[in-house]
């Protein structure tokens, strides 16, 4: 199922032989079976280190303790850059690593997903990885006042090896429809806070979202083109900032379950096939977690960012939406796209900061119905760097009593 890295001579990176994209569907159709371990109900968390780590055993017993380095953690995690950062926000950056370069795990890593796998092996494309990402934060700082304006991506975009050359098909096809990932305002919009009580409004007002304490979510996974899917949703809510997702298999009980913990300070998620059986959620990824739990008790949405803005009208599909940005902690970004007819939400991008570029979740709502006076989306559709999956709800129980022991540690 996987193969080794290609060995190849060490050379600097325009040397590289190599000039055809990944095969991106292909990558992803890999980790499918891993799709539903890192969904958070509300959100996902880029687990793409995790993912491609099945076999851990290879970089040794080490905890992600909560103040621990990636430098501490793994053996052969030498650059500067990323050597500093928490476990969780260093997995991340592997992902954009991952998905700039239409790559997976095993292509940098030895034998990755499999019991053959030697993570600290040293290859000439990590060493040429390590030599790009300290390009990249010397572009940026000497050029752009250290301000993240070249990442991986920015020449990538999803080919091993960047082009050079304009394609005039491309030139004269679809404008590319990339949108920046800070919101610009947009003229004759309204106020962002305008858009929000409208939102709040739409989901059933202000009175009844303040009286919604906690709720219970059950559903199905859908899986993504045919793979995945099959097992049983649960989200499990608690105001203001709680919030746990399980996913089990009770049919296929190999497959493992997956749990994701947010207790309101702390989060967990417990993986069958994670870098860590219980992996204690530190950095951005935590800041997303608590997000998540925030946002699952829509009545406080003004509250849980800052410095609201309002974008330029935008469409999703034949939806026109306004879009609405906040700023969180540790360069957080999250943009809501709203129905402009409706007022319900319709998407939410969120960005978690990362020295190699912003780590991107996607969570796309729909089928709102009415529960208890309170409109619920009933189907979401999670996007991140490696994966993609559904889940449609079958009911939602509002206002019951949860257990404590629910949002702590799997």
């Not at 476990?87 to 592997?94: A, I």
């Not at 752009?144 to 090896?161: D, E, K, N």
């Not at 306004?322 to 409706?342: H, I, M, W």
């Not at 979401?380 to 949860?402: A, C, E, H, M, R």
Request: proline letters at 5%.
């Amino acid at each position: 199922m996987y193969t080794e890295c290609r060995q190849m001579p060490e050379v600097e990176f325009p040397a590289f032989s190599r000039t055809a994209p990944s095969p991106r569907s292909q990558n992803m159709n890999r980790w499918s079976n891993q799709l539903m371990l890192a969904v958070a109900g509300g959100t996902v968390v880029c687990l793409i280190g995790l993912a491609c780590a099945g076999q851990a055993a290879a970089q040794g017993p080490v905890a992600a303790a909560r103040t621990q380095t990636a430098g501490e953690a793994f053996k052969n995690v030498t650059t500067s850059t990323l050597k500093g950062l928490t476990v969780s926000d260093f997995l991340g950056s592997m992902g954009v690593m991952s998905a700039a370069l239409g790559y997976d795990c095993a292509d940098c890593h030895i034998a990755a997903g499999t019991d053959k796998v030697n993570w600290e092996f040293d290859t000439p494309k990590k060493r040429t990885a390590r030599r790009m990402v300290e390009m990249v934060a010397v572009i940026n700082r000497t050029n752009f006042g250290g301000a993240q304006m070249v990442t991986c991506w920015t020449c990538h975009h999803g080919r091993f090896l960047p082009s050079t050359t304009i394609a005039l098909d491309t030139l004269y096809g679809t404008p590319n429809d990339e949108r920046n990932d800070i919101v610009v305002p947009g003229e004759g919009q309204p106020p962002a806070t305008q858009i929000l009580d409208k939102y709040i409004e739409a989901l059933g007002g202000a009175q009844r979202l303040a009286g919604l304490r906690s709720y219970i979510a059950t559903g199905t996974s859908l899986g993504y083109e045919g793979l995945g899917g099959g097992g049983s949703f649960q989200i499990f809510a608690k105001a203001p900032d709680q919030r746990t997702t399980l996913i089990a298999f009770k049919e296929h009980p190999e497959r493992g379950d997956s749990t994701r913990t947010y207790n309101g300070s702390s989060g967990w998620i417990k993986s069958p096939r994670g870098l860590f059986p219980i992996y204690e959620l530190t950095g951005s990824e935590l800041d997303g977690a608590r997000l998540d739990a925030q946002l699952s008790f829509p009545g406080q949405i003004k509250q849980v960012l800052g410095n609201w803005r309002a974008g330029a009208l935008d469409s999703i599909g034949d939806k026109e939406v306004q879009v609405v940005q906040g700023s969180g902690p540790r360069g957080l970004l999250a943009t809501l796209y709203f129905d402009k007819e409706s007022g319900l939400l319709v998407r939410l991008v969120r960005y978690s900061a990362s020295p190699i570029g912003r780590v991107p979740t996607q969570i796309d709502y729909s089928d709102y119905r009415d529960v208890g006076g309170i409109k619920f989306p009933f189907k979401y559709t999670f996007t991140w760097l490696d994966g993609k999956d559904s889940f449609q709800l079958t009911d939602v129980k509002v206002n019951v009593p949860i257990d404590a022991a629910t949002f702590g540690k799997p």
